[in-house]
């Protein structure tokens, strides 16, 4: 059952395949807004930049109110996967969520349930929300 008292709501924006490291400032002026009490006050809001961009606005939004995700994830925390990211990988450079069974990775790539059911499990082994 879920504690309605602990959920809160989120606006997360997934930047999919798209954004440069000139449009990062986007980013930093939604953390900038987030600052001022009277925006969004008991809204979690949440980015999903692409994994080249990840570390480095996690980096520069430190102290914010900015949360990140992890477009995908690997279901296993290391190996032979080139191309892939673990779970792990996304924790450890600040992310605190990954999207797992998006349409277009189902569609693009045939991730099928219990493909996303291991990135879930992946997810929680991380300590990272599942989205």
Known sequence: MVDEARVRPLIAGNWKMNGSMASLAEALAVRDRLREPQF???VDVMISPPAPFLAVLVREATGGR???AGQD???APRGAHTGDISAEMLKDVGASAVIVGHSERRADH???DRDVRA???AAHRA???AI
């Open 119 to 121: 990135k879930v499990e």
């Open 66 to 68: 900015l949360l990140f």
């Open 40 to 42: 969004a006050p008991g």
């Open 73 to 75: 994830c690997h279901a």
């Open 110 to 112: 045939a991730e099928r």
């Open 127 to 129: 300590q990272l929300t």
